[in-house]
């Protein structure tokens, strides 16, 4: 296991679409967050899970955001209905029980047009 | 105020200068302060992370936390090129979002030759 896996590493897509994005978190961490960071930002919390329970949500997750982490190993984040401010890089990270360290993926880059 | 605030740069130094990289941050509950490099486009690295006031040193790089003052730095000793990067620091508490991170807004490194 080489680290935490995001997939895909780009999307294009046009206002009104739904997407959905995947991460991978490394295979023994049991925590799970996703990130958003805008250019000249740093990132930003939206959500986390501690296995598969979602146990905190950020204000900026507005309802056309939805994640799962269905068996507590990989996560999608989906956003319905986009708009064009949701265009950013979407993080992922994840940690072990043994540490504090978060690892992240190489993101996402949304681009809502 | 945002509870974490760093200087978005850009800091443009020579070759084989010693950098130094700040922020501060308001709220005393934050237990762990890291440091993250992020080249463009891509996911933020972990550099190194401190939990206790004073001094911890990886390599070139020493990181130093204050407590008292709620203030953090990164140092670079003998910067490369290799080193052109934004710096993010990122603080984490004990509260009810796991390891979650409050991110500074990032510093832009250019090191020239």
């Known amino acids: 296991d080489t680290g935490v896996s995001q997939d895909p590493r780009h999307k294009i897509t046009k206002r009104g679409q739904n997407v959905t994005f995947r991460c991978d978190p490394i295979?023994?961490?049991?925590?799970l967050y996703w990130y958003r960071q805008t250019l000249g930002q740093g990132p930003e919390f939206l959500t986390y899970?501690?296995?598969?329970?979602?146990?905190?949500k950020s204000r900026l997750l507005s309802d056309r955001f939805s994640a799962e982490r269905p068996k507590g190993s990989f996560s999608t984040l989906e956003i319905q209905r986009t708009e064009q401010g949701d265009s950013a890089m979407y993080l992922c990270?994840?940690?072990?029980?043994?540490?504090?360290?978060?690892?992240f993926g190489q993101g996402t880059r949304l681009t809502v047009v | 105020q945002k509870e974490v605030e760093q200087d978005p740069g850009p800091l443009s130094v020579p070759e084989g200068a010693i950098v130094s990289l700040n922020c501060t941050y308001s709220?005393?509950?934050?237990?762990?302060f890291m440091w993250y490099r992020q080249y463009s486009r891509k996911g933020p690295e972990l550099l190194m992370y401190?939990?206790?006031?004073g001094n911890k040193e990886d390599g070139r790089f020493t990181a130093q936390v204050d407590k008292s003052s709620k203030y953090i730095s990164l140092f670079i000793r003998d910067s490369q090129p290799s080193d052109s990067a934004t710096y993010l620091c990122?603080?984490?508490?004990?509260?009810?979002?796991?390891?979650?991170?409050?991110f500074g807004t990032g510093t832009q490194l250019k090191v020239e030759l």
């Open positions: 401190t939990y206790s006031s």
């Open positions: 899970f501690q296995n598969e329970a979602q146990l905190e």
């Open positions: 709220n005393s509950a934050f237990q762990y």
């Open positions: 990270a994840s940690t072990s029980p043994r540490g504090p360290e978060a690892f």
């Open positions: 295979s023994e961490h049991n925590r």
């Open positions: 990122a603080i984490q508490g004990l509260t009810g979002g796991g390891n979650k991170l409050t």
